[in-house]
């Protein structure tokens, strides 16, 4: 889901008959003739896209020409690197122990709002978006570097609007609330 889990169960989201039709009004407020549409998602899991895509910019740097000795973007790189695995890890391990789904279309059944949460709506987004963009500065490389650019785009404009709609869907006015207090990104 959107990353973002919380410790309210879902149930307890919608506290009266009424909640849905709330819910549907607070994500609709074009015209009530004409429902807000769907966003489709996208059908690549993040993860395997991500993969993808680095190993896409590791053969286009292979064609270059690039020295290959150790210089300070190395240990740059390897550090964001590190830094991106670190707080994508650690948000899973938190969707894990609060024992929500992972899975940008599946349902969320809990909303987490503590660290990392608390600064940024997506860091398993952010943390793969630095670790992809860590192998770029790593590596020197201006053709590694079209890697984040489309996992970015990819995650910002195709994934992320899915989850936010279905856990405002579900969340409601709290999910609202969240948005306005935390940033997408950072």
Same mark, same amino acid.
């Given at each position: 889901?959107?990353? @973002?889990?919380?410790? !309210? $169960?879902?149930? %307890?989201? %919608?506290?009266?008959?009424?909640?849905? %039709?709330?819910?549907? &009004?607070? @994500?609709?407020?074009?015209?009530?003739?004409?429902?807000?549409?769907?966003? &489709?998602?996208?059908? /690549? $899991?993040? $993860?395997?896209?991500?993969?993808?895509?680095?190993?896409?910019?590791?053969?286009?740097?292979?064609?270059?020409?690039? $020295?290959?000795?150790? *210089?300070?973007?190395?240990?740059?790189?390897?550090?964001?690197?590190?830094?991106?695995?670190?707080?994508?890890?650690?948000?899973?391990?938190?969707?894990?122990?609060?024992? !929500?789904?992972?899975?940008?279309?599946?349902?969320?059944?809990?909303?987490?709002?503590?660290?990392?949460? !608390?600064?940024?709506?997506?860091?398993? =987004?952010?943390?793969? @978006?630095?670790?992809?963009?860590?192998?770029?500065?790593?590596?020197? &490389? /201006?053709?590694?570097?079209?890697?984040? /650019?489309?996992?970015?785009?990819?995650?910002?404009?195709?994934?992320?609007?899915?989850?936010?709609?279905?856990?405002?869907?579900? *969340?409601?006015?709290? =999910?609202?609330?969240?948005? !306005?207090?935390?940033?997408?990104?950072?």
């Amino acid at each position: 889901m959107d990353e @973002t889990s919380t410790t !309210t $169960p879902s149930g %307890s989201a %919608s506290s009266g008959s009424s909640a849905p %039709s709330s819910n549907a &009004s607070a @994500t609709n407020t074009s015209n009530a003739n004409y429902p807000a549409p769907v966003p &489709s998602g996208f059908p /690549i $899991p993040p $993860p395997f896209l991500a993969l993808l895509l680095l190993a896409g910019g590791l053969i286009l740097h292979s064609f270059s020409r690039a $020295p290959r000795t150790v *210089f300070a973007h190395h240990v740059l790189g390897l550090l964001l690197v590190v830094g991106g695995v670190l707080i994508a890890a650690f948000a899973a391990a938190l969707f894990r122990a609060r024992k !929500t789904t992972l899975n940008p279309q599946g349902e969320a059944t809990v909303f987490a709002v503590e660290m990392p949460y !608390t600064f940024t709506r997506n860091p398993m =987004y952010l943390g793969t @978006t630095l670790v992809l963009f860590g192998f770029a500065v790593f590596f020197a &490389s /201006i053709a590694m570097l079209l890697a984040p /650019i489309a996992y970015f785009v990819v995650i910002d404009r195709m994934v992320i609007p899915l989850e936010e709609y279905n856990l405002e869907r579900i *969340f409601g006015a709290q =999910y609202v609330d969240y948005k !306005t207090r935390v940033r997408r990104w950072l």
